[in-house]
């Protein structure tokens, strides 16, 4: 398992025999950065305003070889149709995600850690990790909507 330490990007690229490259540590800088994930294009965005010259297509193809190397994580859930990419910090994290706005707002503690060591004991299946991630509306939005019902 990959241990990602903030602020020592290039010793670790480089004990998973992959380059140092000023747009690789420029990303995971932009990452350690971050309170939630974001899409490749949030990432591209934040580079250019950062005066970093990269194609979109090179922002992409680095998260990709990020995520296959466990530095950071490719989550399941979109945002638009797009994945969603967050630091590898060894934090378990679980998120409740909007579907009006597109909010996550992470869980605390895990409700299928106890659900995990069960299936280990059950059927020797040595569980490796997992992804929670649980839509619905939050509060702003649900209200939103209950007002365009209640005006029909």
């Known amino acids: 398992m990959v ?3 903030p602020g020592n990007y290039g010793e670790q690229l480089k004990k998973l025999g992959l380059k140092s490259t000023k747009h690789r ?3 995971l800088k932009i990452m ?3 309170d939630s994930p974001v899409t490749a294009d949030e990432v591209y965005m934040m580079m250019e305003k950062d005066k970093t ?3 979109i297509s090179t922002v992409y193809r680095i998260l990709e070889l990020l995520a296959k190397n ?3 994580i490719k989550m399941n859930v979109t945002q ?6 967050v630091l590898n910090g060894n934090v378990h994290r679980h998120y409740l995600i909007c579907l009006g706005c597109h909010k996550m707002t992470p869980i605390d503690g895990c409700p299928i ?3 995990e060591k069960k299936l280990k004991e059950n059927t020797d299946f040595y569980v490796t990790g997992h992804h929670l991630e649980i839509y619905g509306y939050c509060s702003k939005c649900k ?6 019902a209640n005006k029909k």
């Open 25 to 27: 540590l420029s990303i």
């Open 113 to 115: 850690a106890d659900y």
């Open 53 to 55: 010259s990269i194609s």
């Open 32 to 34: 350690e950065n971050l």
């Open 70 to 72: 466990n530095i950071i």
């Open 3 to 5: 241990t990602v330490v």
């Open 80 to 85: 638009n149709g797009k994945a969603l990419f």
């Open 143 to 148: 209200k939103s909507i209950e007002n365009k």
